[in-house]
Nanobody, 122 residues
Framework: QVQLVESGGGLVQAGGSLTLSCAASGSILSINTMSWYRQAPGKQRELVAA???????NYLDSVKGRFTISRDNAKNTVYLQMNSLKPEDTAGYYC????????????????WGQGTQVTVSS
């Protein structure tokens, strides 16, 4: 079974920085795309940033220039460096691993982490 464990959330003042980490564990052979989503109370979950196995990245317009996604394939870990944080970045942040191949199983599956809270005070 594959598990995703996020860390790095917390409370920060506007203009501050945080780095989120998400480590995938299990009998993993490969992961296609690793992403960060966020969901604020009363709002739909939205894609914040994604990075493919070839390290092609994609960002939500409102975070471009402030957030940077990266991954360490050897560690099956994805990071989200968040700078110049704004109160509107406050949300639960969730890691997603898509197209995961594991040992002794045919096909690919997607997995979610349990989420980590980011709160930005004004």
């Amino acid at each position: 079974q594959v598990q995703l464990v996020e860390s790095g959330g917390g409370l920060v003042q506007a203009g501050g920085s945080l780095t989120l980490s998400c480590a995938a564990s299990g009998s993993i052979l490969s992961i296609n795309t690793m992403s960060w989503y966020r969901q604020a109370p009363g709002k739909q979950r939205e894609l914040v940033a994604a990075i493919t196995s070839l390290e092609i990245t994609n960002y939500l317009d409102s975070v471009k220039g402030r957030f940077t996604i990266s991954r360490d394939n050897a560690k099956n870990t994805v990071y989200l460096q968040m700078n110049s944080l704004k109160p509107e970045d406050t949300a639960g942040y969730y890691c997603n691993a898509a197209g995961v191949r594991v040992i002794s199983r045919i096909g690919r599956s997607d997995y979610w982490g349990q989420g980590t809270q980011v709160t930005v005070s004004s």
